[in-house]
């Protein structure tokens, strides 16, 4: 059975990959956004979320700087 998985998986894993670097490319996954990928109508869909801007204060807590 997992031999069988095996060509499976690397499709799925090609598919994803392509989407992902499609999207990188195109410039819709800034630096620090968070993807999900999802299977939706016999294909699959991406969708990202943007980071949150930082303010001053969450950046100096986050250095450590009060």
Known sequence: MQAASAPLKR???KRIQ???A???????LPAGSRA???WRAGRFELASKRPEPE???????RVGRS
Do not use: F, H, R, Y
């Open 11 to 13: 499709v799925i894993q």
């Open 55 to 61: 303010s001053p204060e969450s950046t100096a807590a």
């Open 18 to 20: 392509n989407l992902l």
């Open 36 to 38: 999900s990928i999802d």
């Open 22 to 28: 499609e999207a990188i490319l195109a410039g819709k």
